[in-house]
């Protein structure tokens, strides 16, 4: 039996990490966008072996425990224990990990699913057992429940799924450029002092956005967040100011990686490509991704 | 500007009514299928007229306050006190009125999400609000919230929207017969002896659903709460076991109408269709939607 789960890979635009001793009650708030690209989790099971294996390869290469512990845990907790067989976890990212892409959480979800799919369960326990490892390992803490509610989503309470609440927001005609430019380690970034910065700025910009909460409107507070967090600095900054002056609302930066992203109309496309062609920035663009993440049966 | 808004129908297999005097705290526990036919509401908006006008039509007729207080409520709320305008919604049902296929919340629903895509709002606000019309004008319980979910729905915990929580069974293949026969009022059934059953045989169901969620488990004890509570007797009791000579998992009772729903897999299509045909009762076959309704712009 072969499972394909499709997750899409989301961009924070602003947060509030919410940490809690109990997992599911950790989270975060803010906002931010699934795109149509993103993590893609075939998943081969077959029976008839002497033992109970699980295997798990990022991109073609398998990967061992210690590189992919939120997987493994995912894993671990819902192929049955007295399972005899070959559990087979083959994740490919449309993006690089470490970019802010959730990746991580992509994988961790998408692997839920198809397991779920395969051996029983649903999509909430599923759901619930990506977000525990996501935040027991810190991986992260909002993109769970972000990729879950598509679309442009706003995290207004936080928490994983079945607690936390999400919100969207409607919009039309936009596509989303990306400038992925290097990592970003969410773990040393949620360690340093900046901490005390992004929760005020960013419970800031949730209470302004959800006063007008429009596509346009976050991209604002996207950006005012991005700087005042001092965490768009220096090249990046000036980056988002030479793509500002070919589109109609400004760019951002990728929480948490060292990258941009913008909402582009149509008409707005070639100009900003050329504008990073010239600057010799290598982009992509994607579009945005609704509702919630696939799975079913792989046949193809 | 033209929005359209599409809601599945939705039918209920099992449920516990969970009453509250805060509208978005009551709601219902229980399970059901949303399908890819139901309610399509088209919103058109026209400025420049002297006063604010507001018009509702049901599969094209005009119908006046009294005839539509759920969906008159749920525009008074999102269509501003200062506009100038005239704000025509059409409501189109692809199932009859009152036979519990959820075409009130249907209505509700995409009149919210079409008049806050026009006028601004969120997804979470315009189902917050379908929803408390919902329950305040006794349209129903649990419609919106099992719409929002899409696919074969569980509802967990009672409550509209952002305090609810819904679940998701994984299933494939199957599509949905919709066997509408009649129809039966909610009231009148929430108001008579029933409801103390309803709740027992309600929870019983959950609970077992939940140890095996699967779809097949929900048809068989959807048809226990149907039979033990009462609902399903006589006739339509007589007509299901026709049916379930034909299908491999049982039919049930479509909460709450006087009809019958089924799971059918593609080779058992068929053989369902000449049975009610020679018994010459009228019936329809719909695909399971997944994920969120929809809404945009109405080009065409």
Redesign the interface.
Same mark, same amino acid.
């Given at each position: 039996m072969l499972i394909r789960a499709f997750v899409p890979a989301h961009i924070t635009a602003f947060f509030v990490p919410v940490f809690h001793d109990d997992p599911l009650k950790a989270g975060s708030l803010g906002a931010g966008i699934n795109l149509d690209k993103g993590t893609n989790v075939f998943v081969s099971v077959e029976t008839g072996t002497l033992e109970r294996h699980i295997h798990i390869a990022f991109n073609g290469e398998p990967v061992n425990r210690e590189e992919a512990v939120i997987s493994y845990s995912v894993a671990e907790r819902l192929v049955p224990s007295d399972f005899l067989g070959e559990v087979e976890i083959w994740q490919y990212f449309d993006f690089p990990n470490g970019h802010g892409f959730g990746n991580s959480a992509g994988g961790a979800l998408g692997t839920a699913l198809a397991l779920?799919?395969a051996f029983?369960?649903?999509? %909430?326990?599923a759901s619930q057992i990506a977000h525990e490892a996501e935040v027991t390992h810190r991986g992260g803490l909002g993109d769970v429940i972000a990729q879950l509610a598509?679309g442009i989503e706003?995290r #207004?309470?936080a928490g994983g799924p079945?607690i936390g #609440?999400?919100?969207? %927001?409607?919009f @039309?005609d936009y596509r989303v450029l990306v400038v992925p430019l290097g990592k970003l380690s969410t773990k040393e970034v949620l360690d340093g002092d900046v901490v005390k910065a992004i929760e005020a700025e960013g419970r800031k910009a949730l209470e302004e956005l %959800?006063k @007008?909460?429009?596509p346009e409107r976050l991209m604002v507070l996207a950006r005012a967040f991005a700087e005042r967090t001092g965490l768009l600095t220096g090249e990046l900054l000036e980056l988002a100011k030479e793509l500002d002056r070919v589109l109609k609302n400004p760019s951002s930066m990728i929480m948490l990686g060292k990258g941009l992203f913008a909402l582009v109309l149509e008409k707005e496309l070639e100009n900003a490509k050329a504008l990073l062609a010239d600057l010799k920035v290598s982009y992509d663009v994607a579009e945005i991704h @609704?509702?919630?993440p696939k799975?079913?049966?792989w046949v193809g």
């Open positions: 779920s799919y029983g369960g649903t999509w %909430l326990r598509g706003v #207004v309470k079945g #609440v999400t919100d969207n %927001l409607f @039309e %959800l @007008e909460p429009t @609704e509702g919630k799975v079913g049966r």
